[in-house]
């Protein structure tokens, strides 16, 4: 299945976030829906979370590529969301403004579920994000579940391997090029299955529409339930 006009129209100029547990295939389903927009006519910008800046980018490094074990949940809270600021300002606020559809990966409910999973109360979350980015929430955001295990084992992680910061060019080959466990990737099984269970909620009280996609399946089996969920929501 592929992208229908009526579809691609439904979503120019809109905020489309895709998201979910560690591999999920989020990053994939992102491309490709990315490249049938674009091939439909309308004008999209990618970007991610955090990062996506010179100064998200440098906010990046200080998540992603260093061990988080000594820092306060708060800081690391607060450090997402400047990146995210930056990133509205930015990239993501004027693209909008010329009818740009943007699709980010990941966004205000990764933080929910990953800084949810080591402590920080998740509707506290919503409420630093309505500082942070004002009224500029995604029309919708997919998130794509899948189990804990399988997601490991997409991008060439053991279950036991859970917790411990090793870079995935020592553990064999992997279905995805250029992937090294973060420093969100690394932390205990655990935490992973927390994440997995606030991303299965975080609808019920997150300000804008979310759409919970069954993660399991070939990558095709998958984009075909995204864009059933698309056409179902009002945007």
Not at 53 to 73: E, F, P, Q, Y
Not at 114 to 138: M, T, V
Request: aromatic share 6%; with cysteine.
């Amino acid at each position: 299945m592929s992208i229908d006009p009526t579809l691609a129209e439904k979503l120019r100029g809109k905020f489309v976030v895709l998201d979910g547990p560690d591999g999920a295939g989020k990053s994939t389903q992102h491309k490709r829906l990315d490249s049938e927009l674009t091939e439909a006519g309308v004008d999209t910008i990618s970007c991610r979370d955090p990062g996506g800046t010179t100064i998200g980018d440098r906010i990046r490094s200080v998540l992603l590529d260093h061990d988080l074990a000594d820092m306060d949940v708060s800081c690391e809270t607060l450090l997402f969301m400047a990146s995210r600021a930056q990133l509205l300002t930015e990239i993501i606020k004027p693209a909008l403004t010329e009818n740009k559809t943007v699709l980010c990966d990941r966004f205000v409910t990764s933080t929910c579920a990953y800084q949810g999973a080591a402590g920080y109360d998740p509707k506290r979350i919503i409420e630093l994000a309505r500082f942070a980015i004002a009224d500029s929430w995604p029309d919708v955001t997919i998130v794509i579940d899948v189990d804990v295990e399988k997601g490991f084992d997409r991008i060439g992680r053991k279950p036991s391997h859970a917790g411990k910061n090793r870079k995935l060019a020592d553990q064999g080959p992997t279905l995805f090029t250029g992937v090294e466990p973060d420093a969100m990737e690394a932390r205990p099984l655990d935490f992973h299955r927390r994440v997995r269970e606030v991303f299965q909620s975080v609808g019920d009280y997150y300000p804008t529409p979310v759409i919970v996609i069954d993660g399991d399946g070939d990558a095709n089996t998958v984009y075909e339930r995204i864009l059933e969920g698309l056409h179902r929501v009002t945007l």
